[in-house]
DNA sequence: CGGGATTATGCAATCGATTACACACATCGT
DNA sequence: ACGATGTGTGTAATCGATTGCATAATCCCG
């Protein structure tokens, strides 16, 4: 596959109309360009039809690196994510673009892979480009660091997923309603153990991840369910799971329902469940936190705990905007963010029927 | 929610350190700051000591909008995509994102939701802040604009979805292999009708879209297996999937293999089907391209063509940044990017069963 | 020890857009 | 008719970093 001819030439590059340009073919200064260009100032109906005309003509782009430059408003965030990997990102990025884009925003992203070093250097670039907002949409490795790009300037908002002061948005309000009706359904179905299984540990611990475990714990407790946490080790290989749920399962007073914590492991667990032949949900009921169309088509059906990340990003980057001045005021017309269906799918555990 | 204070002010954000500041910290010339953070050019042990010293108690990171219109060089990437909503596009995006860090690019995202409108918005922004070059990750709507832009000097890389002329790096040549081997096990097995089954026809055709029905098309008919093209209308409404589903199947002579030809619609189908009592894959077989966990959890098991899209997404950005002159030649270790396991379960067909 | 090469540093122009300021003209009220 | 406003436009400084050129210091070798 041979390079293109030009590769690694300096200048690079076509001219490039710059507002000099459009200024001297229109036949005004580059102020009068500017001003028609943003609407800013005075501008005569003859004159900025010239200059529109020119514009569109030599096909004018404003340079952003310039307008920053000198107004110091790049028009870009960043998004700063833990783990692009995770699906729930797909959707929450989305619904960031979305609203960005509708305001003339650009987006930046940048996946840290929960690596200290790669998360230090993207945070880096981020600032470099002098990105007006960072968005974190999960826990941050170097919260030091973190601070400090912060002192010098940087503006950074907390996805519910990234914790930090608690406060209405977050994770653990959002979240709240739809996981108490979730435990309260199984409580009434009649499980007495539960199975709470996550994934590795990560470090930190992601602040949603947590939010969600300790709310699920005191919700079930309370109503005297047992709740069994299960680490699960080794997502990667169907056999190792397959084991680890047939160990869990196969104990004297196994649970009788698994409260699956986060999206992505979900089908993992499903399969290792298959594998393992235990029938669903009649052995054990099976609940997820997460979304997507293949939850639904899954069939047994399982139940869901969804989370609509598309309107949680819409929402993060309506309010940073606002902030910023470059949007009006969010309008407070809040779906649930989190919504639990009691009519899914989930079963009353043998030992209970009796009751 | 009070917005911050100072929401709206000009100037905005604390002073910020620039190369002066360092400067003037380290007793030398801008220049010469410079020159050290470059590497480019002389600088002594000790000054280099002095300035990154000062680098770092200041904490200088320089603005890459300055650096940009200094140097014509914005160090970053753009990634424009016709529909964000596939899932397809996270482990793309996040294969162009890990290597456009490890070489020090930044990515910016835009989605043209398939709207003219949007996407003429999307690349002008592109457009605006100077990416070095753009990954069209699928079919673009605005190919004149497009074009417009590339003469401006817009560096313009398809995807292997976006099609384009045909050299070995496209979605047809790269699927060609994992179609051939899956269409051959369809034929072997028996199956004499196949549906092919596409979502809402999007204009323009999705460039992979076609490329994939002509190949299987071809490559079944050539095996002497009928294909029948069904379009799937409001796949949103799971009713009307299940309906469209059983008039399908409650034909004379139904298909007995479903060949799904797209990721996102595979969810929805296998809902219709278990919604519809269809069994699989006795009654018919079902297969699909795209890749997912959850599609290799679901039960009864399926047949996927696997598209490895992160390692699409790596080779597109290590390209594009070769051909840049920011990365050095891309290995061309290639693994097969699309596969198909041909024990996959499918299952012979009722009627040919006594062949 | 002289002089060309090499190393080290500073000065100042430059990239493209924005905007404070100055100026010119038009309008209007009294 | 005069100054107070209100419009329309241009001049030039400015944002932060890079880099060509000039200058200065050092070195090497015969």
Do not use: K
């Amino acid at each position: 596959m041979a390079p293109s001819p030009e590769a690694g030439a300096r200048p690079a590059g076509p001219p490039g109309v710059t507002i000099r340009h459009v200024a001297a073919d229109a036949g005004v200064s580059t102020a009068t360009v500017s001003r028609v260009m943003s609407g800013r100032g005075y501008a005569s109906g003859a004159t900025r039809q010239t200059v529109l005309q020119a514009v569109e003509r030599l096909g004018y782009r404003p340079s952003a690196s310039a307008r920053g430059l000198r107004t110091a408003r790049t028009a870009t965030l960043g998004v700063l994510v833990a783990n692009l990997a995770n699906p729930v990102f797909l959707p929450f990025l989305r619904g960031v673009e979305h609203v960005a884009e509708a305001h003339g925003y650009a987006v930046l992203i940048a996946d840290s892979r929960r690596s200290r070093d790669v998360e230090r250097h993207e945070l880096d670039t981020l600032y470099a480009h002098r990105v007006e907002a960072l968005i974190v949409g999960e826990s941050v490795e170097n919260p030091e660091h973190l601070a400090t790009l912060s002192e010098a300037g940087l503006r950074v908002v907390r996805a519910p997923d990234a914790g930090g002061e608690s406060t209405a948005w977050s994770a653990a309000a959002i979240e709240a309603p739809a996981i108490v009706a979730a435990c309260t359904r199984l409580a009434d179905l009649g499980h007495r153990r539960v199975a709470y299984v996550t994934g590795p540990a990560t470090r930190p611990p992601a602040p949603r991840g947590s939010a969600r475990r300790d709310l699920v714990v005191q919700t079930l407790t309370v109503r005297g369910v047992a709740v069994e946490p299960v680490t699960m080790r080794g997502t990667d290989d169907p056999d190792r799971v397959t084991s680890a749920i047939r160990e869990l399962l196969d104990t004297p007073r196994p649970p009788t329902a698994l409260l699956c914590a986060a999206h992505p492991l979900a089908p993992r667990l499903l399969r290792a469940l298959a594998d393992a032949d235990v029938a669903l949900p009649e052995r054990v009921s099976f609940l997820t936190f997460g979304d997507s169309p293949w939850a639904a088509a899954y069939r047994p059906a399982i139940a869901v705990i969804r989370r609509d990340a598309y309107t949680e990003g819409r929402a993060v980057a309506q309010r940073v905007l606002y902030d910023l001045g470059a949007a009006p005021e969010p309008g407070s017309a809040d779906p649930p963010l989190a919504t639990f269906d009691p009519r899914q799918s989930m079963a009353t555990p043998p030992a209970a029927a009796p009751r």
